[in-house]
Every structure is written in structure tokens, then in C-alpha cells.
């Protein structure tokens, strides 16, 4: 028997077993909407099981991967229970990277099969000589191209029941989160992982059968991840945006009367600039949850005017954690409350969560309101980094305590307080962005001799990458903004660029980022934007 018992001594079934129990008890109820095209819960199901059989004759099996590079669709969703279903496990790329990152991405899953949406057949073209593990490169409408077409591909294979049976400890989706030396670590997240966060969701969320949620996160960032599992999880229709566009969002929300939505940051900050935001009737919104990166004041007292009807739900979370960790209640949304200063922070750890706030030395725990590293002890912590023990033994105990790499602090009532970065990772509207990744490219110019990367303060994006750099000759600063976008995703590279005589380093060489941040942060509340 490949299933867990719960504490209560009862099977928990898979995700897969999950979609068939809904699609047993309610088999046409509406389990995803795509643009004009509706799919119910037992013809997802049985869509999955072909899926499923058209993988396995293409070879892969328990403990493979398989690659997808699309914006959300209905395909994306089905390949990620359908790889599940045999055993293996889908690896979502990010589609904002540059091509050779995708190529790194596909090689290091090792995916037996690569599945391309048609915007990324470009991409596909530029690397398909450097894929070395890949069987199978298919593209979704892809009839006018030399690759094999995702719809002729699955209509070809039998409909068969899989006979696997998945263990809820198989490794059931692995996204990939980059990392401080600027490669990619691929963060295996279980079935485990996913029922521990979607159990908490539901406590929380207040979701009945008339709840309606909306994905626009893309699905290869964790939180449009869960929320695509959270539609069968919770046996409600999940309408899927094909991309974060502000006012297709509004529009879908009015169309399709959604109840529950993720968002950052930065698009609240986009949809109450948008004119055809405003015309749209969002009222059905019960609960909107924000994070991925810190809201300002205004941004949120806008959104709340913009959504009268709406509760706020901030979260806090990692793609090591599945996702969130703690949550911000909507009682604590009150900017003019007595309890405002809690908007500022990450709010209660999730019932299933312990967290502490320890020395990053010693991993001693330390008093309440002193500042630390936040680590973490939760069912959702991940199974580990793909094919790195090092990387997993440094962040993962024994005892399962996950170390964060962001330092924040408790207050007295138990509220997470953030502060700065272990880590010197930027987040820019919601993405992550490593300094190292970015520095290494720099450094390849011909005419940089060193440099900095740092985050500085953006009313648009929370925060933007600026370059300090060294230079041996004059070049401008467009000149290396160019060199970086040719080599990066763009979301990645400087969006400012300032000329130092040296970049200030501690006696063993380290860069003093601190020392660099502080000019440019002066003034703010805190040094996380």
C-alpha cells in the first residue's frame, strides 16, 4: 500500500487519487476553465489517464521528470497530474528566462520530455541541439512546425487506467528556485507537501461549492503551482488566466464571478491604473491574497478602495515551503486600526507551522524581538534540492527545521516581522532575482573589472536590480543594460547601472552589500520594499 495513514489512522490518497474522487463523485461539475473552453471533473480525469498513457510510451516512468515551458493552460495542468500518475513529476520552466536558462533547467531534470507552448517555439529552436536527456520535444498547436504536435501526440495513445499507484512521499512536482551561486536548484515538493498546505488553505479560506478561484500566478511560480492542485483539492472550478494581465484578470473576475484570488504586489499597483479595471464589476472577490513580495501602504489602502467587498489575506512563504507559511487574518487589515502597525507584518505562523527566530551563526534561538534568521518546522518544507545533498543538508535539519535565508523577527503576540535577507536576493514584482547570477555576467564584459549588484527601492516593482561596476574604459550605461539582456531574462538585469572607483569588500574578500544598500534604502521603513 503506497498511501499514508493520517493521525486518525485513515488512508490519505494521492493528488491523482484526489482528482479521482472527485471525478467519481462529481463527475460533471466544472473543474478548469481556459478562455472559451470548459473541462468537468471526469473529463479532466479521464484526460489525465491519456496523458498519462502517451508519457509512458514515451518512455518515462517512476522518478522521471517531465519539462514544460507554456504559459497556464489546460495542458500544463493535465501533464502536472498525468506525470504524477505514472510515478514521475513535472518540472515547470519558467518562460521569462533567457533560452540557455531553460536549457540548463531541462538538462539538470534530466527531462525525458519537453513540452513547449507556441509563443516559446523560438526557444525551443535555439536549444533542442543542447537538450541531452530529452526523448520527446512537443509543442501545444504546434501543426505548422517541425516538432510533434501535443494534441496528435495525446490523441494517439490508448486510454488506459495507469497501474501505478503514486506513495504520497513521491516527489510530485519540482520547481525550480535559483540559487546565491546563480544555478538553478530544483525544489522537490511531495504529495505530502501539498496535502499539508491545502489542508491549512482550507481551514482559512473559507471555501464552500459555489467558491470560484482564479490562477494568474504563472504555473511555474509556487503559488499559481498550488493553486491549480488547490481547484481539485477542493472540488471547485479554478478559471485559468493565461497570463498576469491586470485587466484580463478584472475581466475574468467579472465573467466568471471568482471568489478567490493570488496576486503581488505589483499588480494590485497596475490594476488601479488601468481604466478598464475600473469598469469591471469585481464583487463576487471574497478573498483576495497578496505576497511573493512586502506591499506598500498605499498600494494596499488603493486596492482595498478598489475592492469594498473583498477580505485581504496577506502570506509569506518560499517555493521550499509550498508555499505560504504564515498569514495575515483580515481583521488585521485596518490601516486606521489599532492594530495598523501589524500591516507591516507577514502576520501568524499557519497552524501546521512552527517558526523561530535564531542566530544564522549558531542557530541558537534568540529572545523575542531580536533579530535573526527565520527557520521553519512544517509538513510543507520540501523533500530536498534535486540532485544536491550539500545544498539540502545546509538548509534542511535532520529534525526537519528549514533555515530561510530571510531574517526578521516575533513580536510579543507571535507576528513575523521582516527585515532584510540572509541572502541577498531581490525580489522584483514578485520575481527572484540572485546578485550572484547577475554578477557573473557582468564580470564577462570586456571592460568591467569588478562589481556589485544590489536591490534599491521601486515604486513600481518593490525593488530593481542596480549594478555598481568598476569599469577599465568609458562604456554607457545602456551598453551593459544590452550585454546583460542578451545573456539574461530581463526581468534579471540592471535596470540602473553607477560607475565606482572600487566596490567595498571585507578583509576576506566579501562584498559589504550592507554598507552598499544603505544610501538607497535611507528613509524607508524597512530595508525589504
Same mark, same amino acid.
Given at each position: 500500500?503506497? #498511501? #499514508?495513514?493520517?493521525?486518525?489512522?485513515?488512508? !490519505?490518497?494521492?493528488?491523482?487519487?484526489?482528482?479521482?474522487?472527485?471525478?467519481?463523485?462529481?463527475?460533471?461539475?466544472?473543474?478548469?476553465? @481556459?478562455?472559451?473552453?470548459?473541462?468537468?471533473?471526469?473529463?479532466?480525469? #479521464?484526460?489525465?489517464?491519456?496523458?498519462?498513457? @502517451?508519457?509512458?510510451?514515451?518512455?518515462?516512468?517512476?522518478?522521471?521528470?517531465?519539462? =514544460?515551458?507554456?504559459?497556464?493552460?489546460?495542458?500544463?495542468?493535465?501533464?502536472?497530474?498525468?506525470?504524477?500518475?505514472?510515478?514521475?513529476?513535472?518540472?515547470?520552466?519558467?518562460?521569462?528566462?533567457?533560452?540557455?536558462?531553460?536549457?540548463?533547467?531541462?538538462?539538470?531534470?534530466?527531462?525525458?520530455?519537453?513540452?513547449?507552448?507556441?509563443?516559446?517555439?523560438?526557444?525551443?529552436?535555439?536549444?533542442?541541439?543542447?537538450?541531452?536527456?530529452?526523448?520527446?520535444?512537443?509543442?501545444?498547436?504546434?501543426?505548422?512546425?517541425?516538432?510533434?504536435?501535443?494534441?496528435?501526440?495525446?490523441?494517439?495513445?490508448?486510454?488506459?487506467?495507469?497501474?501505478?499507484?503514486?506513495?504520497?512521499?513521491?516527489?510530485?512536482?519540482?520547481?525550480?528556485?535559483?540559487?546565491?551561486?546563480?544555478?538553478?536548484?530544483?525544489?522537490?515538493? $511531495?504529495?505530502?507537501?501539498?496535502?499539508?498546505?491545502?489542508?491549512?488553505?482550507?481551514?482559512?479560506?473559507?471555501?464552500?461549492?459555489?467558491?470560484?478561484?482564479?490562477?494568474?500566478?504563472?504555473?511555474?511560480?509556487?503559488?499559481?503551482?498550488?493553486?491549480?492542485?488547490?481547484?481539485?483539492?477542493?472540488?471547485?472550478?479554478?478559471? =485559468?488566466?493565461?497570463?498576469?494581465?491586470?485587466?484580463?484578470?478584472?475581466?475574468?473576475?467579472?465573467?466568471?464571478?471568482?471568489?478567490?484570488?493570488?496576486?503581488?504586489?505589483?499588480?494590485?499597483?497596475?490594476?488601479?491604473?488601468?481604466?478598464?479595471?475600473?469598469?469591471?464589476?469585481?464583487?463576487?472577490?471574497?478573498?483576495?491574497?497578496?505576497?511573493?513580495?512586502?506591499?506598500?501602504?498605499?498600494?494596499?489602502?488603493?486596492?482595498?478602495?478598489?475592492?469594498?467587498?473583498?477580505?485581504?489575506?496577506?502570506?509569506?512563504?518560499?517555493?521550499? !515551503?509550498?508555499?505560504?507559511? $504564515?498569514?495575515?487574518?483580515?481583521?488585521?487589515?485596518?490601516?486606521?486600526?489599532?492594530?495598523?502597525?501589524?500591516?507591516?507584518?507577514?502576520?501568524?505562523?499557519?497552524?501546521?507551522?512552527?517558526?523561530?527566530?535564531?542566530?544564522?551563526?549558531?542557530?541558537?534561538?534568540?529572545?523575542?524581538?531580536?533579530?535573526?534568521?527565520?527557520?521553519?518546522?512544517?509538513?510543507?518544507?520540501?523533500?530536498?534540492?534535486?540532485?544536491?545533498?550539500?545544498?539540502?543538508?545546509?538548509?534542511?535539519?535532520?529534525?526537519?527545521?528549514?533555515?530561510?535565508?530571510?531574517?526578521?523577527?516575533?513580536?510579543?503576540?507571535?507576528?513575523?516581522?521582516?527585515?532584510?535577507?540572509?541572502?541577498?536576493?531581490?525580489?522584483?514584482?514578485?520575481?527572484?532575482?540572485?546578485?550572484?547570477?547577475?554578477?557573473?555576467?557582468?564580470?564577462?564584459?570586456?571592460?568591467?573589472?569588478?562589481?556589485?549588484? =544590489?536591490?534599491?527601492?521601486?515604486?513600481?516593482?518593490?525593488?530593481?536590480?542596480?549594478?555598481?561596476?568598476?569599469?577599465?574604459?568609458?562604456?554607457?550605461?545602456?551598453?551593459?543594460?544590452?550585454?546583460?539582456?542578451?545573456?539574461?531574462?530581463?526581468?534579471?538585469?540592471? $535596470?540602473?547601472?553607477?560607475?565606482?572607483?572600487?566596490?567595498?569588500?571585507?578583509?576576506?574578500?566579501?562584498?559589504?552589500?550592507?554598507?552598499?544598500?544603505?544610501?538607497?534604502?535611507?528613509?524607508?521603513?524597512?530595508?525589504?520594499?
Amino acid at each position: 500500500m503506497n #498511501r #499514508r495513514l493520517s493521525a486518525k489512522g485513515h488512508i !490519505v490518497p494521492g493528488l491523482t487519487e484526489v482528482l479521482r474522487e472527485r471525478a467519481s463523485t462529481h463527475p460533471d461539475r466544472i473543474a478548469y476553465i @481556459a478562455g472559451d473552453t470548459e473541462i468537468s471533473f471526469g473529463d479532466f480525469d #479521464r484526460r489525465v489517464d491519456r496523458v498519462a498513457s @502517451a508519457l509512458k510510451a514515451a518512455g518515462v516512468g517512476h522518478g522521471d521528470r517531465v519539462a =514544460i515551458l507554456d504559459k497556464n493552460s489546460l495542458e500544463y495542468a493535465e501533464q502536472l497530474f498525468a506525470a504524477a500518475r505514472i510515478g514521475a513529476a513535472q518540472v515547470p520552466v519558467n518562460y521569462r528566462l533567457a533560452p540557455d536558462e531553460v536549457a540548463y533547467i531541462v538538462n539538470d531534470a534530466k527531462a525525458k520530455v519537453f513540452i513547449v507552448g507556441p509563443e516559446f517555439v523560438p526557444v525551443l529552436d535555439a536549444i533542442a541541439d543542447k537538450l541531452e536527456h530529452t526523448d520527446l520535444t512537443v509543442v501545444i498547436n504546434g501543426g505548422d512546425t517541425k516538432y510533434q504536435d501535443y494534441a496528435a501526440w495525446i490523441d494517439s495513445a490508448e486510454v488506459t487506467r495507469p497501474e501505478y499507484e503514486p506513495a504520497t512521499s513521491d516527489v510530485f512536482v519540482q520547481l525550480y528556485s535559483s540559487g546565491t551561486t546563480g544555478r538553478p536548484k530544483g525544489v522537490m515538493l $511531495t504529495h505530502d507537501n501539498f496535502l499539508a498546505a491545502l489542508t491549512v488553505t482550507n481551514d482559512v479560506w473559507e471555501i464552500d461549492e459555489s467558491s470560484v478561484l482564479m490562477i494568474a500566478m504563472p504555473m511555474y511560480h509556487v503559488a499559481g503551482n498550488v493553486l491549480t492542485v488547490s481547484s481539485v483539492y477542493n472540488g471547485l472550478a479554478g478559471v =485559468i488566466a493565461r497570463e498576469p494581465d491586470p485587466t484580463l484578470i478584472a475581466k475574468g473576475i467579472e465573467k466568471h464571478k471568482v471568489t478567490h484570488i493570488f496576486l503581488v504586489p505589483v499588480l494590485l499597483q497596475f490594476m488601479q491604473l488601468i481604466p478598464e479595471v475600473a469598469e469591471a464589476d469585481m464583487s463576487s472577490l471574497k478573498l483576495l491574497l497578496y505576497g511573493a513580495s512586502p506591499i506598500s501602504e498605499d498600494v494596499l489602502r488603493g486596492a482595498m478602495r478598489m475592492l469594498p467587498h473583498t477580505e485581504f489575506m496577506q502570506v509569506y512563504g518560499l517555493t521550499e !515551503v509550498t508555499g505560504a507559511i $504564515t498569514m495575515l487574518p483580515p481583521e488585521d487589515h485596518d490601516p486606521d486600526g489599532p492594530n495598523a502597525h501589524r500591516l507591516r507584518s507577514a502576520g501568524l505562523p499557519n497552524a501546521n507551522t512552527k517558526i523561530k527566530i535564531v542566530d544564522p551563526a549558531t542557530q541558537e534561538e534568540v529572545p523575542v524581538g531580536q533579530v535573526g534568521e527565520i527557520v521553519c518546522q512544517t509538513p510543507q518544507n520540501m523533500k530536498g534540492y534535486w540532485n544536491m545533498p550539500e545544498a539540502t543538508e545546509s538548509a534542511l535539519s535532520e529534525d526537519n527545521w528549514f533555515r530561510t535565508g530571510d531574517v526578521g523577527y516575533l513580536d510579543e503576540d507571535g507576528y513575523l516581522y521582516m527585515h532584510d535577507r540572509v541572502k541577498d536576493m531581490i525580489i522584483s514584482g514578485g520575481e527572484n532575482i540572485y546578485p550572484a547570477e547577475v554578477e557573473n555576467v557582468l564580470m564577462s564584459h570586456p571592460a568591467v573589472t569588478d562589481c556589485a549588484v =544590489i536591490g534599491v527601492p521601486s515604486e513600481k516593482w518593490g525593488e530593481t536590480p542596480k549594478a555598481l561596476v568598476v569599469l577599465s574604459e568609458d562604456v554607457s550605461e545602456k551598453e551593459i543594460i544590452d550585454f546583460c539582456r542578451e545573456r539574461l531574462a530581463h526581468f534579471k538585469c540592471p $535596470t540602473s547601472v553607477e560607475r565606482r572607483d572600487e566596490i567595498p569588500r571585507n578583509p576576506t574578500g566579501k562584498i559589504l552589500k550592507r554598507e552598499l544598500r544603505e544610501p538607497y534604502w535611507e528613509g524607508q521603513e524597512r530595508s525589504v520594499h
